[in-house]
């Protein structure tokens, strides 16, 4: 007579059951997502034919006023001049053609749709550039677009409270946000600590950012880290401030968000379904006093951090 002491072979096992569950399934996780704080700090200015003049008084300095006294007759005579060549700030384009075969949108769109996740995913990656380019482009990105007279360069390799001193008093006429990378704030909160003044911090969006004279440090890995080197900015924002302001082109043909349009552009011979995803947008200065930057920001010297989006 034949006895089994295990009981595992007289049940169902775990594999074998699992063939009948139906598994929880999450959308698809993209690593490469950030939160984006500038685009979400910048006032954003609709503009048309994708154009954007930005005028400036030029005889700032002949501007003539008086205090008059009581037995005074004359007055000042003044009037105020235009740059007659203003700079045009022109948007760019960040654009993709994103293809998927009917057959996958058809069949394999239960529980998540195909076609809505395949166009989550590529916007979040057009957007993640667009953050980029607003940093890094070399015609209106902010790092481009500092004037000589607002640039530092920190005196003691990492970022000291000193080094944030000195960019607020460049940038002193209602400073909005220092915008730095993870490490390069990382670095500067260590030095607060080892001087023994812990920055205080400041909710905003749900989210706690440490602060430096009340003025927030907005995170960002699109300033590139070189050679263990960065830069932090602090910015003036709104055009009311005759800060810094975003750019967009409103009214486009499938419009999804401010700049943003997915236009279907077909299906081809091979069932191929296509789509036009376009975000156009630029930057403009106001004014130089609403810029500036710190240079040769030590973080670590022994590795690099380079942006995924340039």
């Known amino acids: 007579m034949t006895t089994y002491n295990d009981k595992s072979q007289h049940s169902l096992g775990d594999h074998a059951a699992r063939q009948l569950a139906n598994a929880t399934k999450t959308v698809p996780q993209l690593s490469s997502i950030s939160p984006r704080w500038l685009t979400q700090l910048l006032q954003w200015i609709p503009v048309e034919a994708g154009i954007y003049r930005v005028n400036q008084v030029c005889n700032t300095e002949d501007i003539q006023v008086a205090c008059t006294q009581r037995d005074e007759a004359t007055l000042p005579q003044t009037f105020v001049n235009y740059d007659s060549q203003p700079r ?41 550039r667009q953050e980029s380019e607003l940093i890094n482009n ?3 990105g902010l790092l481009a677009s500092v004037a000589d007279q607002q640039r530092l360069s920190t005196l003691h390799g990492a970022p000291t409270p000193d080094d944030l001193d000195d960019l607020l008093r460049l940038v002193w006429k209602e400073p909005g946000f220092f915008l730095a990378h993870p490490h390069a704030i990382a670095a500067f909160g260590r030095e607060c600590t080892r001087r023994g003044v812990p920055p205080p911090t400041v909710s905003l969006f749900g989210s706690q950012f440490i602060t430096w004279r009340g003025v927030p440090l ?17 910015l003036r ?46 930057l403009a200065v106001l004014t130089e006093d609403a810029l500036a930057v710190l240079d040769d920001v030590e973080v670590d010297k022994y590795h690099d951090y380079p942006t995924n989006y340039r």
């Open 88 to 128: 045009e700030y022109f948007l760019n384009g960040v654009s993709t053609v994103l293809d998927i075969h009917t057959r996958v949108a058809d069949l394999y769109s239960s529980p998540h749709d195909q076609i809505k996740e395949q166009l989550r995913l590529t916007i979040e990656t057009i957007k993640e």
């Open 138 to 140: 070399p015609e209106y």
């Open 218 to 234: 907005i995170p960002t890995n699109k300033i590139p880290v070189e050679d263990g080197k960065t830069k932090i900015l602090l």
């Open 237 to 282: 924002v709104g055009e009311k401030r005759q800060g810094i302001v975003g750019l967009f082109q409103p009214g486009l043909a499938g419009e999804q968000s401010p700049g943003l349009s997915v236009r279907f552009m077909g299906i081809n011979r091979n069932a191929i379904a296509s789509y036009l995803i376009s975000l156009y947008c630029s």
